[in-house]
T-cell receptor, first 111, second 112 residues
Framework: NAGVTQTPKFRILKIGQSMTLQCTQDMNHNYMYWYRQDPGMGLKLIYY???????DKGEVPNGYNVSRSTTEDFPLRLELAAPSQTSVYFC??????????FGPGTRLTVL | AQSVSQHNHHVILSEAASLELGCNYSYGGTVNLFWYVQYPGQHLQLLLKYFSGDPLVKGIKGFEAEFIKSKFSFNLRKPSVQWSDTAEYFC??????????FGKGNQVVVIP
């Protein structure tokens, strides 16, 4: 199993540009999550999904959108990038209430 | 909402020293607790978890944590650290739905 994979690893955006961060898991987990990690702030939940077709907001959803058309994929969309969205983004998945497994992260810089 | 507190964000210690990282959570009911570790440049990995049963939980790499319900705590310990334990450590708590609340992390630097 590859586990949770994320692309790209790094990206630089200009203010106002849009992009999609990809996340795929091959563990047949029903739950998937997107977090952002800022220095000294821990991880904050952006969006999560309990299964295909079902998504819900986390703590910091503003400026982001998600979709979950398949069990495996959970892309995160930034429509109008802002400097405040400079962060490291982690995708995670879990089987129900069990342990969350994290991807390697995407480091995004918005200039 | 669940919240998690970790103190002493930066910890510097020498090899063979003992390490203890504090974690306190806010929710008083049934709670699942986790410690994750993030080595430099890597993603988060599970160190150990507590769901129920023995409150002293042993994890990978010689780490252990003790759940003390009366103190709302889940402190992480290692009796003798190594240089390779240099990392950031996150405590997390979950109750009810599957949303994890993370603490702000402890940046641990072990000096050879």
């Amino acid at each position: 199993n590859a586990g949770v994979t994320q692309t790209p690893k790094f990206r630089i955006l200009k203010i106002g540009q849009s992009m999609t961060l990809q996340c795929t898991q091959d563990m047949n987990h029903n739950y998937m999550y997107w977090y952002r990690q800022d220095p000294g702030m821990g991880l904050k939940l952006i969006y999560y999904s309990v299964g295909a077709g079902i998504t819900d907001k986390g703590e910091v959803p503003n400026g982001y959108n998600v979709s979950r058309s398949t069990t495996e994929d959970f892309p995160l969309r930034l429509e109008l990038a802002a400097p405040s969205q400079t962060s490291v983004y982690f995708c995670a998945s879990s089987l129900g209430a069990d342990t969350q497994y994290f991807g390697p992260g995407t480091r995004l810089t918005v200039l | 909402a669940q919240s998690v507190s970790q103190h002493n964000h930066h910890v510097i210690l020498s090899e063979a020293a003992s390490l203890e990282l504090g974690c306190n959570y806010s929710y008083g009911g049934t709670v699942n607790l986790f410690w994750y570790v993030q080595y430099p440049g890597q993603h988060l990995q599970l160190l150990l978890k507590y769901f129920s049963g023995d409150p002293l939980v042993k994890g990978i790499k010689g780490f252990e944590a003790e759940f003390i319900k009366s103190k709302f705590s889940f402190n992480l310990r290692k009796p003798s650290v190594q240089w390779s334990d240099t990392a950031e450590y996150f405590c997390a708590a979950k109750h009810g739905n599957n949303r994890l609340a993370f603490g702000k992390g402890n940046q641990v630097v072990v000096i050879p």
